[in-house]
């Protein structure tokens, strides 16, 4: 059989982004051009027996079935000289897609009216016009730019209603609210919406409101406290809302709550299940896919990190919970109609679309069915008991052309986050090490999602527990598996990865080479260079660097600069606003200055996900550095 390598990357389709109307699915496959180095994307239509392609591409995204399920509507950047996607319309009969209407910086989502008459978009607007087109950037708010989207200051998402007959739009929100998310009241005269009042001194708070479409009046429901992400409508008066407290600040558990707008009054629905209600779970060839929260007859329905698995589950509105799709793998999203309908992968089967029915669950596409062509190292599940008692989920994978009695060298792979996961989901990278010859070994310490908001909360203690426990795994690793050169370990990791293996190389010499990619290395930088440092820092490391800055100089792995005698190369991309390139140059420079072996390698045009949405070419240029870093100090 074949062995999965860096260019195989190219073959992936990537099954995301679905909606469900009665019989009929609407989603997206996307394909990895290395040749264009671009990705392409169109919508598939599966209409309860077979699979037919429905839309030509070539960046067709995000469709949604009309009320009466005769239209879908969806994003596309159909023309070469558009830079944002546009706003189309086809039949479900088929036929041409019609162009709706533009929006000067693209479209963020967009609801049907219950009668199908119209469309409410989000989109970004600029709230203070700027004056000729002087190229200059005069800034007056933070946070100024986000990652993956570029210069954010100045705009707003804001509401538009756009006519699905003419295309004629209207804007019903101004000022200085940032729309998140929306649906429809059921008569079509209000719609509901969470958005940030104030980005910048209260950025994690967002609040719901309700507009009332003919007067344009807004109110709001909520008190400012929480950080709502989505919510699902019972009535006028009940909703059910998917938000953090905040009690424990970030790693606060994303819960589901039915909210009484009379009383304001909240009832935590998922109080039996301290998991969050969305995936966190890490992959490297997923699509697009929304994170939906769906009620029907009496349920709420919802996705929520179990461990290291992303399962389907539902809630009623006492808290009885019941997982209605489970096992070893990770559900990326779903929509319900005559069936549900979901798209899932595992460890060693990349996104498919599956439907159930009637208690059967059924695989209806085989777009990555070449993958069985391959040969695949399985993860193996074992558990550490760490120092203190807790245990922690732990993976191995051997090389593919793995002999008994032979020592290999072994990589020891870190997620970011910290509060995301390692699972039962598709990882290329992971695959590409083993078929190299290398062991993978990865786990999910503490800050990791998926065990409760004490285990995840690390706040104040990065560096501490989380790193005892990616050493603990280490030991245990090689205590179990005597296949493991211990004198021939790596590490590599990025974004908090990037991080722990920037405070690892600082503080043990047991790895004879690492990697670190879109780290954080000097968290005084951080806070004022990225788009979330502002507030991800004082929530994590604790106040600001005038008032703590012994705390935040203590947790910079910059610092231990000269204790580094561990090879390392740092990958980092020179758009990556969540951890900004000076994290990468400032680390190069202090190593390079106390003459230590470093490398670094910048990737243009490229921001924080490079390693999950980058240009093709520079994905595979990633990996080969990688695997060529490791090949160099581990195997040579």
């Known amino acids: 059989m074949k062995k999965l390598d860096i260019k195989d990357l190219g073959k992936f389709k990537l099954v995301g982004g679905l909606d469900v109307h009665k019989n009929k699915t609407a989603f997206t496959v996307t394909e990895i051009s290395l ?14 027996r077979r699979v037919m392609q429905f839309t030509a591409g070539p960046k067709d995204s995000n469709p949604k079935f009309s009320p009466d399920g005769k239209f879908i509507a969806f994003a596309s950047k159909r023309d070469k000289e558009s830079k944002e996607s546009e706003l189309y319309l086809i039949s479900t009969k088929g036929g041409e897609a019609k162009l709706l209407t533009r929006f000067k910086y693209g479209i963020n989502d967009f609801e049907f009216s219950p009668d199908g008459k119209a469309l409410a978009v989000i989109s970004p607007v600029e709230i203070e016009r700027k004056k000729g087109k002087d190229d200059v950037h005069v800034i007056k708010e933070i946070p100024f730019w986000f990652n993956g989207i570029g210069w954010i200051y100045g705009k707003r998402a804001q509401i538009f209603l756009v006519n699905t007959e003419n295309g004629r739009k209207r804007k019903l929100t101004k000022g200085k609210l940032d729309i998140l998310t929306l649906k ?46 989505d919510f699902v409508i019972i009535d006028e008066k009940h909703f059910v809302l998917r938000m953090s407290t905040l009690e424990r600040g970030i790693p606060t558990n994303m819960h589901l709550y039915l909210f009484n707008v009379e009383t304001k009054e909240i009832k935590k629905l998922t109080e039996k299940l301290d998991r969050s209600a969305y995936n966190s779970l890490n992959c490297d060839v997923r699509g697009k896919s929304r994170n939906p929260l769906i009620y029907k007859d009496g349920w709420v329905y919802y996705i929520a990190t179990d461990g290291p698995r992303a399962n389907l589950f539902r809630v009623d509105l006492k808290g009885n919970i019941e997982r209605v799709i489970g096992g070893d793998r990770s559900i990326e999203t779903f929509g319900i109609g005559n069936y549900i309908a979901f798209i899932a992968q595992d460890v060693v089967t990349p996104t498919e679309l599956y439907i159930l029915r009637d208690g059967k669950e059924k695989k209806v596409t085989n777009f990555n069915e070449w993958i069985k062509e391959y040969k695949l190292s399985k993860p193996e599940h074992f558990k550490v008991k760490a120092s203190d008692g807790v245990e922690i989920d732990a993976w191995i994978m051997k090389p593919v052309d793995f002999k008994e009695g032979k020592k290999y060298p072994a990589i020891l792979e870190i997620h970011g986050g910290p509060k995301t996961a390692y699972g039962y989901s598709f990882m290329h990278e992971f695959h590409v090490l083993t078929s190299r010859g290398f062991v993978v070994i990865f786990s999910n310490p503490r800050g990791s999602d998926g065990y409760g908001e004490e285990f995840a909360d690390i706040r104040k203690h990065y560096g501490e527990r989380d790193y005892q426990d990616l050493m603990e795994v280490v030991d245990e690793a090689l205590k179990r598996f005597d296949f493991i050169d211990a004198e021939r370990i790596g590490v590599t990791g990025g974004s908090y990865g990037g991080f722990m293996t920037n405070w690892i190389v600082g503080h043990t ?61 740092i990958i980092h991309s020179m758009e990556d606003y969540r951890c900004w390139l000076p994290e990468a140059l400032q680390l190069f420079t202090a190593l390079k200055y106390f003459g230590k072996t470093v490398e670094l390698a910048v990737f243009p045009g490229e921001n924080h996900d490079l390693s999950r949405s980058g240009k093709p070419k520079h994905r595979v240029k990633r990996l080969e550095l990688i695997v060529g870093w490791f090949e160099r100090w581990l195997k040579e």
């Open 35 to 48: 040749e264009k180095d671009d990705y392409f994307s169109k919508i598939y239509l599966y209409d309860g």
């Open 509 to 569: 010499n047991r790895f004879k080479a690492a990697v670190t990619q879109r780290s954080i290395s000097n968290w005084v930088s951080f806070f004022g260079t990225t788009d979330i440092g502002y507030f991800f820092a004082p929530d994590q490391i604790g106040e600001d660097p005038w008032s703590n800055f012994e705390g935040y100089w203590e947790k910079s792995p910059l610092k231990y600069a000269p204790n580094v005698e561990t090879p390392l190369l």
């Open 184 to 229: 429809w009241s059921d008569d079509g005269s209000k719609i509901y919406f969470v958005a940030q009042e104030d980005r910048e001194r209260k950025p994690m708070i967002s609040d719901l409101y309700v507009l009332d479409v003919k007067s344009k009046k807004i109110e709001k429901l909520t008190d400012s406290k929480w950080r709502i992400e």
